[in-house]
């Protein structure tokens, strides 16, 4: 199977981010095929189409399924398993994200609070435990926030995108309206974390 050039780019083109990401290149690969292919594929054809071994593919498509980025299928009359991609791009973010929370996000939380719980020997771990504890409520913040994205649907997580600088524009407006009508004493709401 000769891939059109269009397809070929993008396909080249993800490989090479895969390493950026975190992946190998043939899993990029094989994944933006996926990704852009018309219907399920299976491991022939995908090792003729990008031109890799049977055994890369194998490999491959253990981990795309270990990220829960394909899925098999099974074909009337086939005996094969077929391979695809979810057709919606905001479900595949979205596992992408948990399963990158997974991954990354709830280790490095885990120790922060196993470290934080500790007592600390002396000034110097006192202030190493101060900036742990810095980093930790903002990973915490930011995942629970994460978190509540996640749980939107597609229109609304659209519409909360598309307010892009909008919001930061509205704090902006709300930062000076309070000096404005509190002269310079600060927001009630802003010092207890309210928007």
Known sequence: MQLPPLIQTFVLHFGEMGGRWGVNRTVGQIYALLFLSDRPLNAEQITEALGISRSNVSMGMKELEGWRLVRKRHLPGDRREYFEAPDDIWQIVRTLAEERRKREVDPTLSMLRDVLMEQP????ERHAQDKMRQMHDLIELLTGWAGDVQKLDN???MGLLKLGAGVSKLLEIKGKLTVIGGGKRRNQAT?????
């Open 155 to 157: 229109a609304s997580l």
């Open 121 to 124: 020997s002396g000034p110097e």
């Open 191 to 195: 010092d207890e974390g309210e928007i």
